[in-house]
């Protein structure tokens, strides 16, 4: 057929532009995804796009009713800056991470991509804030010298994996194997290096106590950790000001140093409590061996109310083995015993105690702008005035009532700070210590329950075991109260439960 001749007119004639389809710009997602222009699912706090791609997924700020006075403007932006919570992304789904099949532990990519877990995803849940984040900081680079340190990081990365994907177990059972034959010949072969040996006892204390199946295992590796220290120094000999320079000796990496140090101490002390005996050591020392005002990757700011903890472990232990060395007293006695040669309690130890509490009173949490961060600090100033408190019921008894009163109020202070701090920040991967040591003295229904919601909602979104196994102690501690309130029978403690039931409880 010829081809159609087309007139001047109709070749003259505009063509009519039709524009390409394309996606529209969301104005509902996340700032993230209006920023590259693709259609957000709306997913809160982290929509699936920005985890596909493993970006930060960023969300507009609510706007402030209050703040539309003129001269307000500025202070009402500075506030919401400066309190704006940083939330915790979503852990992604571990699929995610798998190319190939992880029955291998020691194939190479199955390796690799058990690293980027621990990376990308496990290092998240871990730490209370980003800026200081030491299990990317300091553990990564010791592992990269340190093929055991490297294994017991792939070991500790693949049992959190276990935890959230059954079909990772066996897997992570292998790595935790070769990490323990691993620590094994590094304590017999090379027991002066004290960086690694350390770093992997800490590493395993931590992984046997988010696992929560293997009874003490984890408190076997914190002693383990102490015996690693005084086989290397003598920490006992040193005092005052030459203490930082004279424990720090024997690290290579000073910068490393000063946080396993202080990771010890944070798990010593606070074991200390849970077990209801005086630390392994005198580990408070070690929360002063860096800048107070940076906040630690396990407490955050609440370097000075852990050391706080740490005395008042010791008077309670100091306490304890007074009562023990009363003679003819009967078993469970706490009477006043006043003649001339016992009088008990001992003033200089009640004394202490009170200077402590008035420490804890007075006590100005570090400036951050981090508004979570402030928060666990001052949840651990509650907890650590419950434990004083506590300490001091146990041999007061006419002071009873006045006590109990204080107690109920740093519970309401507790459960008051956790519903402030939103769900699932950074900072609340150690609230479990606070929680537990209010809810062990919580009566009242609002605060039970505000409790056991945020410690549901930890167990759900980071899935460490010694959570649950806390919670089920405080459970047991509850209904027991309710049936003995019922009959008027004895107070029941949460001490009595895990002695009882031989719970080693793990609140770190």
Not at 262 to 280: E, G, L, S
Not at 334 to 359: C, G, N
Not at 454 to 483: C, T
């Amino acid at each position: 057929m010829p081809p159609v001749e087309l007139s001047s007119v109709q070749r003259n004639v505009p063509r009519r532009i039709i524009k390409k389809r394309g996606t529209t710009r969301e104005r509902t997602g996340c700032l993230t995804c209006r920023q590259r222009k693709k259609r957000c699912d709306l997913g809160y706090p982290v929509c699936k796009e920005c985890v596909r791609l493993n970006y930060e997924c960023k969300w507009e700020a609510p706007r402030n009713f209050a703040c539309n006075e003129p001269s307000t403007d500025s202070l009402c932006l500075a506030e919401r800056s400066s309190s704006r919570p940083v939330r915790l992304l979503i852990v992604p789904d571990p699929v995610l991470f798998w190319v190939d099949e992880h029955s291998d532990c020691t194939s190479p990519l199955s390796r690799r991509n058990f690293l980027r877990y621990y990376t990308q995803t496990f290092t998240h849940l871990m730490t209370t804030n980003m800026e200081n984040n030491s299990f990317l900081s300091v553990f990564l680079p010791i592992a990269m010298h340190s093929p055991p340190v490297l294994n017991t990081l792939i070991a500790w990365s693949s049992s959190h994996l276990s935890l959230r994907d059954k079909s990772f177990e066996h897997v992570a059972m292998q790595n935790r194997g070769t990490a323990l034959r691993d620590l094994r010949k590094a304590l017999e072969s090379d027991p002066a290096n004290l960086e690694t040996n350390l770093a992997m006892s800490l590493i395993l204390c931590s992984l046997e106590s988010i696992m929560g199946d293997n009874g003490d295992a984890w408190y076997l590796h914190l002693i383990g950790a102490s015996k690693v220290l005084l086989s290397n120094t003598d920490i006992t000999s040193i005092y005052g000001d030459e203490y930082p320079t004279k424990v720090l000796e024997p690290f290579n990496d000073i910068y490393a140093a000063r946080w396993l140090l202080r990771n010890f101490a944070y798990r010593d002390i606070v074991t200390a409590v849970a077990r209801d005996q005086a630390p392994v050591m005198n580990s408070h020392h070690f929360l002063t061996l860096d800048d107070p005002l940076q906040p630690d990757s396990y407490f955050g700011l609440a370097a000075e109310i852990l050391e706080v903890v740490s005395h008042t472990a010791v008077l309670n232990h100091t306490l304890k083995t007074e009562i023990n060395s009363i003679p003819n007293k009967e078993p469970g006695s706490l009477v006043h015993i006043i003649d001339d040669k016992y009088s008990f309690p001992p003033s200089e130890i009640l004394e202490s105690l009170m200077a402590l509490e008035t420490r804890l009173e007075q006590w100005v949490c570090p400036p951050s702008e981090d508004m979570p961060l402030r928060l666990l600090a001052e949840s651990y100033r509650s907890s650590a005035l419950i434990y004083i408190y506590r300490v001091m019921r146990a041999v007061c008894p006419e002071r009873e009532i006045e006590l109990s009163s204080k107690v109920a109020t740093q519970v309401a202070a507790t459960v008051d700070i956790i519903e402030r701090m939103p769900t699932r920040t950074f900072a609340e991967c150690t609230l479990l210590f606070p929680l537990f040591l209010a809810g062990g003295e919580a009566t009242e229904e609002p605060h039970i329950k505000s409790i056991r919601t945020r410690m549901l909602d930890m167990i759900d979104s980071r899935g460490f075991r010694n959570v649950e196994v806390a919670l089920s102690v405080l459970e047991k501690l509850w209904r027991l109260r309710i049936a003995r309130k019922s009959t008027g029978s004895a107070k029941v403690d949460w001490l009595d439960i895990t002695r009882r039931d031989g719970i080693s409880l793990s609140l770190s």
